[in-house]
């Protein structure tokens, strides 16, 4: 083919597939160009840079609503490579992109309601958020080993700011520091790890690296072994774990929390693990081709250590956040552990696509369970994550303290924040009727079910059930505080009650969690219609 | 010349990244060290397109990391002046306000 | 009324009621008082509709309501009620009405109270009629939450930790239950019926079981989730501090109802699911049992705080619960039952103990604290001399406790004599420590009688408060003592609705033992 072929059969790619197909990211890129005109001409007299970026935010919502719904019509069997392969569009991507957009909708308005970015900082605020999402829907939709490195920056770099985005705090300063320190080592490894794996497979196109894998393992080669490829993909997932805040490389997580606002901390949460989450299972999936390979042992293993970490890091996140006062550092700490509990469905979904021979029958089916255990986790995670983020946000705004100590007794002054803050909270415990329940009880069955494939799991299974009575105590720190003691004469009061915006916003956001535990079928048939795209 | 040597120097480079990273107190060195890791990979990702099938792949990937790291590098650096204006010095180790 | 719709109404009800009063003004105590009441009496008329609708000669499950839930994971909201079941439910609902007239001594944030009151209402309700194990589960846990607010809110000195220590051990119980579900849920081909798991666990369908060892483990992981709940020794510890501190309609109806869910668990869940498990563990049951029995009266005996020595009390009691279910005698050899008549006679009187608890403990707690509400102390040895200054109290007070000690004529002699009579054919020395129980047990409720009601002159602080027991505090005491006076009379009106869902339990588990029995020696042979 000469230069003019490829240059057009470039252009008729990019142009009547590929863009019409990656419409929510346009949008918000161009809210992202709207929020910085409308600095730079001054009209921020006149529009809020925050009602720009929500009328963004809602029309991006929409287009991804309707690309989801489209799919679903149309039967969704559509895997549509874009742009030459770099990114994919499938269900999976399009339920990634929903929950993003939704999400980013959410925060968008809790940043208006708790009035967090000034006027004067609201584009540059706001240019962050956005790029960080389209960065996170970028990784969830990633095909190629570049676009997973991309993805990881573009959400990343952003949140460094966005962490020491109020300039003259000095824990602020200090958080984004060491946060943008420690991502950009990760990342640094994580790239080593990505040139190692395209060099060796001669290709960075996820959907191709099975059959070289196989390929390469079959024509005997010596270069490529079982360990070899163990280290590269471990270095691969150094830099997502740290996204995901996965112990040991969690340590970022409680210092960034504390030094930023409730409203970023909510963000990052939330937005980064689930996007991370997409992309981890994306990549332990191009891996697996769905019958047992040669390297198949060693994925098997690959998937017990990713176990095992997640085991780690629940007890981890848990044990530590017994000693905290600060109420977003304990936060932070039970990210880190339900970070941990999704871990372990994304160790049960790779042990269960590698498991030997003689027990692959129904692998696909088991699998696409397990993952669609994890994705109803993720949605409650995100409603029950960012209400208690919310609740948090509203009482600093009022009494300007994060410390545990300084709730007490808010059941009298502010019922409507204490009871949604219990619901999240028992929520994140695990107990029924909130969705919290429904997405641990899914993982546990995974885990279990992963059991009868290597006994290392029922460990973790274990280990999570374990942990969900260490977390009792310290989310009932909190609630106890709130609902039990009684509150001292001369703090301040907190003026939110039936009616108020605020209210209103943390009820709408409280809702869903006690909606999804209880009419679970809905987004369950979802869920599992999306994972079972992943697994052909 | 073959891609061994290639894959050393990568190597090298990215070993004294890491060890920069994880010794160095002064956060401009900590962030040379970034810069040193994410140019190891580069030098891997130049030579494996000429040596294997990868092709122009890698050094596609190579570009995008150098503008990959020079914004990162800039909002580093940005941070890093933030931290030195809050705390008037540049020592990682000093960040301690944020403990437990 | 449509049969097949009336226990999700008794659940729901509950629930609709607390969702309601929080449309009423929180200024206007009395009218939720009066409302929260009449939800539960209303309630409770319906289950006395479900026990007049109940056909005591038909076998299996009556009432059935099916539907299904969450289809992908095969969890339906079945519900349904045998004869084990039935007078549970009628006793949880007649406890939470007694409580919640009970509840005028309950003076702040009066609101929240009765919410978590009638949410808890309805978990307990929905626990006694879940035919689906996941439905079961989630009722379970669903109780933890009103429970730890109304003992850690409206609860006494130490409420704060009564509360997170009854909801940490319950958690922890939960957990294991878990883990036995999923286990279950995994080897039966992905179902939670309860019915269904029962069949396949006493080898009845083809293709699924559940063996020896998968029995065994899930048995004891049942068992210490409800030993947890019953309470039974070891696991007993929280029930002091939780009975103690909690306010007096929260003890009525942690003593009268939550108590009776751990054995309602053995014989529903663990016991059909695992005979084998049960048959291997069945010595281990009566053992606990009888050491339940001697410990917790042997403690209540050393107690000076009044709602202490009830709590022990109930620990007491319980135990002869745990020996009634667990009298199960076989033939060493072909692993059929000997003498199942026995154990059925035991499992009746385990059921029967259960509800005569409920009552007496329920009526003891009761008058503790009326007590208590006016001299504000609970000190067995500053009592004294209170038939003088409350006789009907007194009298009323008295009735209940006999009916605790188990004095025939009142309800607690029934079971106690048919789980000791049971329990002379398993194990003689173990029939001759639980007899000797119901000595100890006198001492301590007479010893208690004496210092409290009896005597000349009234010992103790804020003499001039005692005033005599007012019309709503006679009323729920005379119900609860009429109550006790009548099943001990005629205990028939209870055993004849027990009595042929225990013949079917039986005859299901033993034909289920010797066939798991049989399966592993066939496959052991070939």
Redesign the interface.
């Known amino acids: 083919m000469n230069f003019e072929q490829i240059l057009n059969l470039f252009i008729q790619d990019t142009t009547q597939t590929s863009v019409g197909l990656i419409r929510p990211e346009l949008i918000l890129c161009g809210t992202i160009l709207s929020l910085l005109l409308v600095r730079l001409f001054s009209i921020d007299r006149w529009i809020t840079p925050s009602w720009v970026a929500l009328v963004g935010a809602f029309v991006a919502f929409g287009f991804a609503a309707t690309d989801f719904l489209a799919l679903k019509e149309s039967g969704g069997e559509v895997v549509q490579e874009l742009f030459t392969g770099l990114l994919v569009f499938d269900r999976f991507t399009a339920f990634f992109r929903i929950f993003l957009m939704l999400f980013l909708v959410l925060v968008v308005t809790l940043t208006i309601l708790s009035g967090l970015p000034d006027n004067e900082d609201g584009p540059d605020f706001y240019t962050l958020m956005f790029g960080a999402t389209i960065g996170m829907m970028v990784m969830a939709s990633s095909n190629h080993?570049?676009i997973l490195?991309?993805g990881v920056?573009m959400t990343s770099?952003p949140s460094?700011?966005m962490v020491?985005f109020l300039?003259?705090?000095?824990?602020s300063?200090?958080?984004?520091?060491?946060y943008?320190?420690y991502g950009?080592?990760a990342?640094?490894?994580m790239?080593?790890g990505?040139?190692?794996l395209?060099?060796l497979l001669?290709?960075?196109n996820m959907s191709l690296m099975a059959e070289r894998l196989e390929l390469l393992t079959s024509s005997g080669d010596s270069i490529v072994s079982g360990t070899a490829i163990a280290v590269m993909i471990l270095m691969v997932m150094v830099g997502l774990a740290f996204k995901l805040s996965i112990f040991p490389f969690h340590f970022w997580c409680?210092?960034a929390f504390?030094?930023a606002t409730a409203e970023v901390a909510g963000f990052l949460s939330v937005a980064s693990k689930a996007g991370a989450f997409a992309l981890l299972v994306r990549f332990a999936l191009a891996f697996s081709s769905g019958d047992a390979g040669a390297l198949q042992p060693t994925f098997l293993y690959i998937g017990l250590g990713v176990g095992v970490i997640a085991a780690l890091s629940a007890t981890y996140g848990n044990l530590a956040a017994y000693?905290?006062t600060n109420v977003k550092?304990l936060l932070a700490y039970s990210t880190i552990a339900h970070a941990g509990y999704m871990l372990m469905g994304v160790s049960a979904v790779i042990v269960l696509m590698n498991a030997p021979a003689d027990q692959m029958s129904e692998a696909a089916a088991n699998a696409t369970r397990a993952l669609?255990g994890l994705l109803y986790y993720l949605a409650v995670y995100m409603f029950m994550n960012l209400g208690a983020f919310a609740v948090v946000a509203f009482i600093r705004n009022s009494i300007f303290s994060e410390e545990i100590d300084d709730y007490a007794g808010l059941v009298s002054v502010t019922p409507i924040l204490c009871v949604c803050m219990l619901i999240c909270m028992?929520s994140l415990i695990g107990?029924?009727?909130f969705g919290g329940?429904v997405g641990k009880?899914?993982i546990?069955?995974s885990l279990?079910?992963a059991g009868?494939v290597h006994w290392v799991m029922w460990l973790v299974?274990?280990a999570g059930?374990?942990n969900?009575?260490f977390s009792?105590?310290y989310y009932?720190r909190v609630l106890?505080v709130m609902?039990?003691d009684p509150r001292p004469a001369d703090a301040p009061d907190v003026d939110v009650r039936w009616g108020s915006l605020p209210g209103f916003y943390t009820i709408l956001v409280t809702v869903p969690v006690v909606i999804l535990g209880v009419f679970?079928?809905g987004l369950?048939?979802t869920a599992?219609n999306v994972a079972s795209v992943l697994f052909p | 010349m073959g891609l061994e040597s290639y894959?050393l120097v990568?190597a090298v480079l990215?070993v004294s990244?890491?060890v920069c990273?994880a010794t160095k107190r002064n956060?401009i060195g900590?962030?040379m060290?970034?810069e040193l890791?994410?140019n190891?990979?580069?030098v891997?990702?130049v030579?494996?397109s000429r040596f294997?099938?990868?092709g122009l792949?890698?050094q596609?990937?190579s570009l995008?990391?150098i503008v990959?790291a020079a914004?990162?590098a800039a909002?580093?650096l940005?941070?890093?002046l933030?931290?030195y204006?809050?705390?008037l010095t540049i020592d990682?180790d000093r960040?301690d306000?944020?403990k437990? | 009324m449509n049969s097949e719709y009336i226990l999700p109404i008794i659940v729901a009800l509950p629930v609709v009621g607390a969702i309601l009063l929080n449309f009423i003004n929180k200024a206007q105590e009395e009218a939720m008082r009066v409302f929260a009441v009449a939800i539960s009496a209303i309630t409770f008329f319906l289950t006395l509709q479900a026990w007049f609708n109940f056909d005591a000669d038909a076998t299996g499950m009556q009432m059935v309501f099916n539907a299904?839930?969450?289809?992908?994971?095969n969890?339906n909201l079945t519900m349904g009620v045998d004869g084990i079941s039935l007078p549970l439910v009628m006793l949880t609902s007649g406890i939470s009405m007694l409580a919640l007239m009970a509840s005028w001594s309950i003076k702040k944030a009066v609101k929240g109270y009765l919410i978590l009151f009638l949410l808890l209402e309805a978990g307990m309700l929905g626990v006694f009629v879940s035919l689906d194990f996941?439905l079961f589960?989630?009722?379970w846990?669903?109780m933890?939450?009103p429970m730890?607010?109304l003992i850690?809110?409206w609860g006494g000195a130490r409420?704060?930790y009564a509360a997170?220590k009854f909801?940490?051990y319950t958690?922890?119980g939960s957990?294991?239950m878990?883990?036995a579900m999923?286990?279950f849920?995994?080897n039966s081909g992905r179902s939670f019926d309860l019915l269904y798991l029962a069949r396949v666990g006493q080898g009845l369908e083809q293709g699924y079981g559940f063996d020896q060892t998968t029995q065994l483990i899930a048995f004891v992981l049942l068992f210490i989730g409800f030993a947890i709940k019953l309470p039974a020794f070891p696991f007993h510890t929280w029930l002091p501090d939780a009975h103690v501190e909690a306010p007096t309609p929260i003890s009525m109806i942690l003593a009268g109802v939550l108590l009776k869910m751990g054995g309602y668990g053995i014989i529903r869940i663990a016991f059909p699911l695992c005979p084998y498990g049960a048959q291997t563990a069945a010595w281990a049951l009566v053992a606990i049992g009888a050491w339940s029995i001697i410990y917790g009266a042997f403690a209540a005996l050393a107690q000076t705080d009044f709602k202490r020595m009830v709590a022990y009390s109930s620990v007491s009691h319980m135990g002869y619960v745990l020996i009634g279910l667990g009298v199960w005698s076989i033939n060493d050899t072909t692993g059929a039952g000997v003498n199942l008549q026995y154990w059925q006679m035991g499992l009746n009187g385990a059921m029967f103990q259960m509800i005569a608890h409920g009552i007496s403990s329920a009526g003891m707690f009761f008058m503790v604290g009326v007590i208590y509400d006016r001299v504000h102390h609970r000190d067995l040895n500053k009592f004294g001399g209170l038939m003088g200054k409350m006789p009907l109290y007194g009298g009323l007070s008295i009735g209940l406790f006999f009916a605790g000690l188990g004095l025939p004529g009142l309800c607690g002699f029934i079971g106690e004599v048919f789980v000791v009579l049971s329990s002379w054919q398993y194990s003689k020395f173990l029939a001759i420590v639980a007899a000797s129980g119901v000595i100890l047990t006198a001492g301590y409720i007479l010893w208690a009688i004496q210092r409290v009601y009896l005597g000349a002159e009234y010992k103790g602080p804020h003499a001039d408060e005692i005033t005599p027991i007012n019309g709503r505090e006679t009323a729920i005491a005379t119900i609860l003592l009429a109550l006790a006076i009548w099943f001990g009379i005629y205990p028939a009106v209870l055993l004849d609705v027990m009595d042929g869902s225990i013949a079917e339990l039986v005859q299901a588990m033993d034909e289920g033992y010797q066939r798991v029995v049989d399966v592993t020696a066939v496959s052991l042979k070939q």
């Open positions: 080993l570049l490195f991309l920056e770099v460094y700011v020491g300039k003259g705090r000095r824990v300063s200090e958080a984004a520091f060491k943008v320190v950009a080592g990342a640094g490894v790239l080593y990505i040139s190692l395209c060099g001669g290709t960075g409680p210092d504390e030094g000693s905290q550092r669609e028992f107990m029924p009727p329940f009880f899914m546990f069955a279990f079910e009868s299974l274990v059930g374990v969900t009575v009792l105590f009932l106890k609902f039990l679970v079928q369950s048939s599992q | 894959l990568g990215f990244g890491v990273m956060g900590l962030l060290g970034v890791v994410l190891g990979a580069n891997n990702f030579a494996f294997t099938t990868l792949d890698g596609i990937v995008f990391v990959l914004a990162e909002v580093a940005s941070i890093a933030n931290f204006n809050n705390h990682v960040g306000e944020l437990g | 299904a839930w969450i289809p992908n994971w969890i996941f589960y989630v009722f846990e669903v933890l939450l730890y607010f850690g809110i409420k704060e997170i909801f940490l958690l922890v957990v294991l878990l883990i999923l286990m849920y995994f």
